[in-house]
Structures are given as structure tokens and as C-alpha cells.
């Protein structure tokens, strides 16, 4: 059964950076295009970035591009999100989602969900 399990998430100040982690296990992590999503309070899941396979294509959502970096480690079967000059629009919890098929912005092309970390930017 694959899982996936976010950490690292925590509260910072604006203008901080922070990296939150996604550790897969059930499965090896090369078998997986990955991304990232976030959630805040009354809104809709959002796209933040994605990742092929070997990790030499990425993805952004205009909203993090500059600040926000995907990467992996297939090796430690981990994701990371690298998130630097941190805005208080950026609270939200964070996903990470695991697709067979495609690195892509769109939920739906994702298999696997983590149950999130909650990252939070005071102003």
C-alpha cells in the first residue's frame, strides 16, 4: 500500500523560508511523478508545484515561481518543497500527491494523497 507523509511544516514570519518533506513508502518513488498542493481556510486545493520522475522537469504555479523549488531524492524515496520569502498568502495546508501517469497541475491526474502539514506565515 503506498503512503505518503508530509512533515516539516511549521509556523515563520514573512520573509522566512521553510522545506517540507514527503516521504514515500510502499512503493519505490521513481515509479512516481510527484507534486505539491495547498489548501487554505475556505478555499479550494491548489496546484503548487510539480515533478517528473528523474526530477529534471519541473512544474510552478506562477504564485510560488522564484520562491518555491521542487525537488526528490529517489534514493531516500523523499520529496522536497523548498519555500523561500514566505507571504502570509502562502498559509495553507500542504499536500503532496503521487501520480503514475504525468507530472501536472491537475489534482485529478494524481493517485496517492498525504493527510498534509500545516504551514502557517505571520505577517
Known amino acids: 500500500q503506498v503512503q505518503l507523509v508530509e512533515s516539516g511544516g511549521g509556523m515563520v514570519q514573512a520573509g522566512d523560508s521553510l522545506r517540507v518533506s514527503c516521504a514515500v513508502s510502499g512503493s519505490a518513488l521513481s515509479s512516481f511523478a510527484m507534486g505539491w498542493f495547498r489548501q487554505a481556510p475556505d478555499k479550494e486545493r491548489e496546484f503548487v508545484a510539480a515533478i517528473g520522475r528523474s526530477g529534471t522537469t519541473t512544474l510552478y504555479a506562477d504564485s510560488v515561481k522564484g520562491r518555491f523549488t521542487i525537488s526528490r531524492d529517489n534514493a531516500k524515496n523523499t520529496v522536497y518543497l523548498q519555500m523561500n520569502s514566505l507571504k502570509p498568502e502562502d498559509t495553507a495546508v500542504y499536500y503532496c500527491?503521487?501520480?503514475?501517469?504525468?507530472?501536472?497541475?491537475?489534482?485529478?491526474?494524481?493517485?496517492?494523497w498525504g493527510r498534509g502539514t500545516q504551514v502557517t506565515v505571520s505577517s
Open positions: 500527491a503521487a501520480s503514475y501517469t504525468v507530472y501536472a497541475s491537475r489534482s485529478t491526474e494524481y493517485n496517492f
